[in-house]
């Protein structure tokens, strides 16, 4: 046998060992729903050549597992129904009982999704209202990964029930509550989202090809298509050589030991944090730069390890506490979160140093957003300086899970884009208003590209346009969020789209408005409409045109067959604002007329442009339809806005 061959069947062993049994990829639990009225895929994993073999409703669909060990199916499309049984063969048996066929949606975005039932309002206790058998439920497990995984990391299918429902997506909850009630169709919801993300973490890798602005980042991160697991693997196995050559070569700080709390001090100078050292004091510098403070243990504190979390730091770090390495971080956008076991930990005067190593460019502790406590004042010195021309880079993991393009579509949505859906809700764009003028191209093309990917053809999408949030202007301003309404509504040009409108549902100063139960009900009257031919009004008055009066505005309407009303008892609008050729806005008043509403201000002589609801937080809206929906916020005008030149920036 020649080499070729013997390491071939070397790996045919190795990969047959790692599937001794067949397996199916996580998102098949028993309590499922599949798609109805299409062929669903059923796929897995078993040794290579095994005979896999599913039965389901008196047939069997049988296959052979490949050389990647992988096999699949596909079942014949079946009516909504159940509860079946579907098990799959091979050298064990797997079984899958109280199985339902109906509609299933993929429910993404950011914390707004993600906000669940429990943390609502109104609280759900009724059990005769919510103990749902027809309605599934599953939360996938995050994940993160440079190239498409295969199978999600975790999570469980559920039946809705009074108690399961607590910990559930409220807006998913809500939408499919409403779509069972009305249709008597099972419903299964896959809340698949995290809070705080950019819309740009859930595209594909080839999505973002094809921005410009992604070009470094994907270069670097999405094109050598190495996993997270490959590209640790690596490092690891160069890593001692690399710091001895480069990351830890010729450092006072290390030679005398700055990590010991007997260290003298007296010459170390105070810095504030977070921000790059290069606005600080220490100016342009590459290199290594030793942090210092101390900590007390606060009272509530439960002896179980000691949460540090240090936040983001540029390059690489490592860090002590009272003289022993508690961890270390490589790469800028990592977060460096380390847990400092008990015994290392005294009551008051714990000293915690920190190596940070910039390689080129920015450095310094620069973010910790998320743990503001470890901000402030911290004595630093100077340790070794390089030439960051000199200083090899190694490649390693190096994402942020709430910013870095494509880790969360690979990690959560790439392992069940062979699912059979219905289509998906989403909840997102808080974490993209200050780049919203980019969400106008990005969102729509994050729409095609998961159309793209699951290849079930335009499946429904619908969305929530954000919330009102912060205090209310006391004059007309520009508005990050208000512009990123825009871009959200831009995207009901694309077709099977439709989007629920929470401009009236926010909290002023709280960006979790506890209101989702209106919020899942307004996304299933757009499903309603566009996914079941029902006979519903999806979205509140939706701007047509203006026509001029003298010096008023007058504001028509597309046709509907619900007229707009006001909820002010003279039919007084409040919301509105207007501007002449100088650009420069005021309040308006307006009032409703013949189905149109008429606009004018008697600071604003021959105006030419309108804006309605045109604000972080337009405060109390009075337009809406006959059904309550509120009228959606627009402008007339399409001056430059305040967002047209920032986007995403590597």
Same mark, same amino acid.
């Given at each position: 046998?020649?080499?070729?061959?013997?390491?071939?069947?070397?790996?045919?062993?190795?990969?047959?060992?790692?599937?001794?049994?067949?397996?199916?990829?996580?998102?098949?639990?028993?309590?499922?729903?599949? +798609?109805?009225?299409?062929?669903?895929?059923?796929?897995?994993?078993?040794?290579?050549?095994?005979?896999?073999?599913?039965?389901?409703?008196?047939?069997?669909?049988?296959?052979?597992?490949?050389?990647?060990?992988?096999?699949?199916?596909?079942?014949?499309?079946?009516?909504?129904?159940?509860? &079946?049984?579907?098990?799959?063969? !091979?050298?064990?048996?797997?079984?899958?009982?109280?199985?339902?066929? !109906?509609?299933?949606?993929?429910?993404?975005?950011?914390?707004?999704? +993600?906000?669940?039932?429990?943390?609502?309002?109104?609280?759900?206790?009724?059990?005769?209202?919510?103990?749902?058998?027809?309605?599934?439920?599953?939360?996938? &497990?995050?994940?993160?990964? @440079?190239?498409?995984?295969?199978?999600?990391?975790?999570?469980?299918?559920?039946?809705?029930?009074?108690?399961?429902?607590?910990?559930?997506?409220?807006?998913?909850?809500?939408?499919?509550?409403?779509?069972?009630?009305?249709?008597?169709?099972?419903?299964?919801?896959?809340?698949?989202?995290?809070?705080?993300?950019?819309?740009?973490?859930? =595209?594909?890798?080839?999505?973002?090809?094809? #921005?410009?602005?992604?070009?470094?980042?994907?270069?670097?991160?999405?094109?050598?298509?190495?996993?997270?697991?490959?590209?640790?693997?690596?490092?690891?196995?160069?890593?001692?050589?690399?710091?001895?050559?480069?990351?830890?070569?010729?450092?006072?700080?290390?030679?005398?030991?700055?990590?010991?709390?007997?260290?003298?001090?007296?010459?170390?100078?105070?810095?504030?944090?977070?921000?790059?050292?290069?606005?600080?004091?220490?100016?342009?510098?590459?290199?290594?730069?030793?942090?210092?403070?101390?900590?007390?243990?606060?009272?509530?504190?439960?002896?179980?390890?000691?949460?540090?979390?240090?936040?983001? /730091?540029?390059?690489?770090?490592? %860090?002590?506490?009272?003289?022993?390495?508690?961890?270390?971080?490589?790469?800028?956008?990592?977060?460096?979160?380390?847990?400092?076991?008990?015994?290392?930990?005294?009551?008051?005067?714990?000293?915690?140093?920190?190596?940070?190593?910039?390689?080129?460019?920015?450095?310094?502790?620069?973010?910790?957003?998320?743990?503001?406590?470890?901000?402030?004042?911290?004595? @630093?010195?100077?340790?070794?300086?390089?030439?960051?021309?000199?200083?090899?880079?190694?490649?390693?993991?190096?994402?942020?899970?709430?910013?870095?393009?494509?880790?969360?579509?690979?990690?959560?949505?790439?392992?069940?884009?062979?699912?059979?859906?219905?289509?998906?809700?989403?909840?997102?764009?808080?974490?993209?208003?200050?780049?919203?003028?980019?969400?106008?191209?990005? #969102?729509?093309? #994050?729409?095609?590209?998961?159309?793209? +990917?699951?290849?079930?053809?335009?499946?429904?999408?619908?969305?929530?346009?954000?919330?009102?949030? &912060?205090?209310?202007?006391?004059?007309?301003?520009?508005?990050?969020?208000?512009?990123? $309404?825009?871009?959200?509504?831009?995207?009901?040009?694309?077709?099977?789209?439709? =989007?629920?409108?929470?401009?009236?549902?926010?909290?002023?100063?709280?960006?979790?408005?506890?209101?989702?139960?209106?919020?899942?009900?307004?996304?299933?009257?757009?499903?309603?409409?566009?996914? &079941?031919?029902?006979?519903?009004?999806?979205?509140?008055?939706?701007?047509?045109? =203006?026509?001029?009066?003298?010096?008023?505005?007058?504001?028509?309407?597309?046709?509907?067959?619900?007229?707009?009303?006001?909820?002010?008892?003279?039919?007084?609008?409040?919301?509105?604002?207007?501007?002449?050729?100088?650009?420069?806005?005021?309040?308006?008043?307006?009032?409703? $007329?013949?189905?149109? /509403?008429?606009?004018?201000?008697?600071?604003?002589?021959?105006?030419?442009?309108?804006?309605?609801?045109?604000?972080?937080?337009?405060?109390?809206?009075?337009?809406?339809?006959?059904?309550?929906?509120?009228?959606?916020?627009?402008?007339?005008?399409?001056?430059? =806005?305040? %967002?047209?030149?920032?986007?995403?920036?590597?």
């Amino acid at each position: 046998m020649n080499r070729s061959r013997l390491f071939f069947s070397i790996m045919l062993l190795i990969s047959s060992s790692c599937f001794a049994n067949v397996h199916l990829s996580n998102i098949f639990q028993p309590n499922m729903v599949l +798609q109805r009225d299409k062929d669903c895929a059923i796929w897995g994993y078993a040794a290579i050549g095994e005979k896999v073999a599913v039965h389901f409703d008196n047939q069997v669909y049988g296959t052979v597992a490949g050389l990647d060990g992988k096999w699949k199916v596909s079942l014949a499309r079946h009516a909504a129904g159940g509860p &079946y049984q579907i098990s799959i063969v !091979g050298n064990n048996t797997i079984t899958l009982d109280n199985i339902l066929f !109906g509609d299933v949606w993929v429910c993404g975005g950011q914390s707004n999704m +993600q906000f669940s039932v429990d943390e609502s309002m109104p609280k759900e206790k009724d059990s005769l209202r919510n103990n749902l058998p027809q309605i599934r439920i599953f939360t996938a &497990y995050v994940s993160t990964d @440079y190239v498409p995984r295969d199978t999600l990391n975790g999570g469980e299918w559920k039946v809705a029930s009074v108690s399961t429902i607590q910990r559930f997506s409220a807006v998913a909850y809500y939408f499919g509550r409403a779509l069972y009630e009305k249709t008597n169709v099972p419903i299964g919801l896959i809340s698949d989202n995290l809070g705080a993300t950019a819309v740009e973490t859930w =595209m594909s890798p080839d999505a973002i090809k094809a #921005f410009s602005q992604f070009d470094d980042y994907h270069q670097q991160y999405l094109a050598p298509k190495k996993s997270f697991a490959t590209l640790t693997s690596d490092f690891e196995k160069n890593k001692a050589s690399w710091q001895k050559a480069y990351y830890l070569k010729g450092d006072p700080g290390l030679d005398k030991k700055w990590y010991l709390p007997e260290t003298d001090i007296s010459d170390w100078k105070t810095i504030e944090t977070p921000g790059y050292w290069e606005e600080k004091e220490i100016g342009e510098y590459d290199g290594s730069v030793w942090f210092r403070r101390t900590f007390d243990l606060p009272a509530s504190y439960d002896h179980k390890g000691y949460y540090v979390g240090i936040g983001q /730091v540029d390059d690489y770090n490592t %860090t002590w506490v009272n003289g022993h390495q508690v961890g270390e971080t490589f790469g800028n956008v990592n977060y460096s979160n380390y847990v400092v076991p008990d015994s290392l930990l005294k009551e008051k005067g714990n000293v915690i140093v920190i190596r940070v190593f910039d390689a080129g460019g920015k450095g310094g502790i620069y973010s910790q957003f998320w743990h503001p406590e470890w901000a402030g004042k911290w004595n @630093y010195k100077l340790g070794k300086k390089i030439d960051p021309a000199k200083f090899k880079r190694p490649d390693i993991v190096n994402s942020d899970l709430f910013n870095s393009p494509s880790i969360l579509f690979n990690g959560c949505i790439a392992p069940i884009t062979q699912l059979s859906i219905k289509g998906a809700i989403w909840y997102q764009g808080e974490s993209n208003a200050s780049r919203a003028e980019e969400y106008r191209t990005l #969102f729509p093309a #994050f729409i095609t590209d998961w159309r793209k +990917q699951f290849n079930q053809g335009e499946f429904p999408f619908f969305f929530v346009q954000l919330a009102n949030y &912060y205090g209310e202007d006391k004059k007309p301003e520009e508005s990050d969020w208000a512009e990123l $309404r825009e871009s959200q509504a831009a995207a009901l040009s694309l077709p099977n789209t439709g =989007m629920a409108s929470a401009i009236d549902l926010g909290e002023a100063f709280d960006i979790h408005p506890k209101n989702k139960l209106d919020v899942g009900k307004r996304l299933a009257l757009a499903a309603l409409k566009v996914s &079941y031919n029902a006979d519903s009004i999806d979205l509140g008055p939706t701007y047509d045109h =203006m026509s001029k009066e003298g010096d008023n505005i007058i504001i028509h309407f597309k046709a509907t067959k619900s007229l707009i009303k006001t909820n002010d008892k003279y039919g007084y609008v409040r919301g509105f604002s207007i501007a002449g050729a100088d650009s420069v806005f005021h309040y308006a008043n307006a009032y409703s $007329r013949n189905n149109e /509403v008429v606009v004018y201000s008697r600071d604003v002589k021959s105006p030419v442009a309108v804006r309605y609801a045109w604000a972080n937080n337009p405060g109390t809206l009075d337009l809406t339809n006959q059904e309550g929906l509120p009228a959606l916020p627009f402008r007339t005008d399409s001056w430059p =806005m305040k %967002t047209h030149d920032r986007k995403f920036d590597f």
